[in-house]
């Protein structure tokens, strides 16, 4: 008996000492949601969470796995001296509800506009969980401020799921964006990341059922290891469907990779831009047309190491769309699946 009793007090003892340590290793400068309202999915706490974000800058405001639901957008300060940092954990989803009012389910840097990154408190956003538009809503959007952060963020059900809106800076918007998934809602309107603020850097992005899966309408961007993919469905409309849509010089492109797109990368007028090993890839020929390339009038943008796999059962594949006389170039250029007919735009361009 006594040994059952010592056993039950060491089984005690230790159970109370994990407690211990399992709460002295939770942060103790976050802001924990959960401390404030219920993640079940069913209450709204836009409004409850609204107020956490105003009453507590400068601090990290931590959201433990469960639902949150909203009825309308999260707005994070841009002023530092008044910005918070959201920190979701793996499971936590800030979900739009089916009364939605309109804009992303998050704002960052949609309230209390600044351009300073000379005080702390500059470098903020997002990190972690997943954004649920519930086909109501777009995903997150950068309103205003500079050097932003989104990353390991997982985004569905959404009509545009990360827009990077005009920046502070005299347009420049400097927002660092890594680590994102993104499934669209399959909308002929719908594009996975929208870029209209100036010198940013995109790493690391896989997008799904889109329209556009990147729209580029700025300068100054670096985007490395983007993967777009239409997800085909007889019923949709293909024509016009583009993995990669530029409309300005200076941007750069490297490993960026269009599956399925009837356009892979379309570039506007007389732009020079730099495309490094990207990649162009169709799963199906039943589809009308697959081209790899066009242009909106001569090509000036540089193409180096281009691969395309044109599917062989699709009648109409083109490696290149674009007048001839540009400055552009297509270098070390491979294209598989089947015989092309030879334009005048690719035997001038191709090298």
């Known amino acids: 008996m006594k040994r059952i009793i010592i056993l039950q007090t060491l089984v005690a003892v230790f159970l109370l000492t994990g407690q211990a340590h399992a709460q002295a290793a939770l942060p103790t400068d976050r802001i924990v949601a959960t401390h404030y309202v219920k993640a079940d999915g069913k209450t709204d706490?836009?409004?409850?969470?609204?107020?956490?974000?105003?009453?507590?800058?400068?601090?990290?405001?931590?959201?433990?796995?469960?639902?949150?639901?909203?009825?309308?957008?999260?707005r994070t300060p841009a002023d530092p001296t008044k910005s918070v940092m959201l920190v979701l954990d793996n499971y936590a989803r800030l979900q739009a509800s089916p009364h939605w009012q309109g804009g992303a389910v998050v704002r960052l840097g949609g309230e209390h506009p600044a351009n300073n990154i000379t005080i702390p408190g500059s470098n903020y956003g997002l990190r972690g969980g997943i954004i649920d538009g519930a086909n109501?809503?777009?995903?997150?959007?950068?309103?205003?401020?500079?050097?932003?952060?989104?990353?390991?963020?997982?985004?569905?059900?959404?009509?545009?799921?990360?827009?990077?809106k005009h920046g502070a800076n005299s347009g420049s918007s400097d927002a660092d964006i890594r680590q994102v998934n993104i499934v669209g809602n399959d909308s002929v309107n719908s594009i996975g990341l929208l870029v209209e603020g100036?010198?940013?850097?995109?790493?690391?992005?896989?997008?799904?059922?889109?329209?556009?899966?990147?729209?580029?309408?700025?300068?100054?961007?670096?985007?490395r290891n983007i993967h777009p993919l239409y997800i085909f469905k007889p019923t949709q409309q293909y024509e016009g469907s583009c993995g990669f849509r530029v409309e300005q010089n200076n941007n750069w492109l490297d490993f960026c990779y269009s599956d399925q797109f009837a356009t892979g990368f379309s570039l506007g007028r007389d732009i020079c831009a730099t495309f490094t090993n990207c990649f162009c890839f169709w799963y199906t020929g039943k589809v009308p047309s697959q081209t790899a390339i066009e242009a909106q009038g001569q090509l000036n943008s540089l193409f180096t190491g281009l691969h395309a796999n044109f599917h062989a059962d699709c009648t109409d594949a083109t490696i290149i769309k674009a007048e001839a006389g540009g400055r552009g170039r297509l270098t070390a250029t491979e294209y598989f699946g089947r015989k092309l007919k030879d334009s005048d735009a690719a035997k001038y361009y191709l090298k």
């Open 45 to 74: 706490v836009t409004e409850a969470l609204q107020h956490l974000i105003d009453t507590h800058p400068n601090r990290t405001i931590y959201f433990p796995d469960g639902v949150y639901l909203l009825s309308h957008s999260l």
């Open 136 to 164: 109501v809503a777009d995903g997150i959007s950068i309103d205003g401020g500079r050097e932003t952060t989104i990353q390991d963020v997982s985004i569905k059900h959404v009509r545009i799921g990360i827009h990077v």
């Open 198 to 223: 100036y010198d940013n850097t995109f790493t690391n992005m896989r997008i799904a059922s889109v329209h556009t899966g990147v729209w580029v309408k700025t300068g100054g961007n670096c985007l």
